[in-house]
């Protein structure tokens, strides 16, 4: 019986050595993935700057799109609207 008690202190000893072991472990990898996360978030609060140029000169381009979209379809249309006028005033002679 004695040896038994023996046997599983020793195991005991040993199950709590590695489990110490594996603790210290998962906690250099969870530093390191800190200092991973902390160096991947810095560059992209380095690329917010770029990320804002790019969406203002996005904006600035739909602007322009939208206002020769704009004088197009009014060019078209007062063009159209001569015609039709063109094309009323001949029907009526």
């Known amino acids: 019986m004695e040896t038994l008690t023996m046997i599983i202190y020793v195991l005991l000893i040993m199950l709590i050595s590695v489990s110490i072991a594996i603790g210290i472990r998962l906690i250099i990898t969870l530093h ?35 206002a020769v979209v704009g004088f197009l379809t009014g060019g078209l249309k007062r063009v159209f609207k001569d015609r039709k006028k063109r094309y009323d005033e001949e029907e009526e002679e």
Do not use: P, Q
């Open 32 to 66: 390191k993935v800190d200092e991973l996360l902390e160096n991947v978030n810095d560059k992209v609060h380095s690329l917010d700057r770029l990320f804002e140029i790019v969406d203002l000169f996005n904006d600035k381009m739909s602007m322009v799109g939208d």
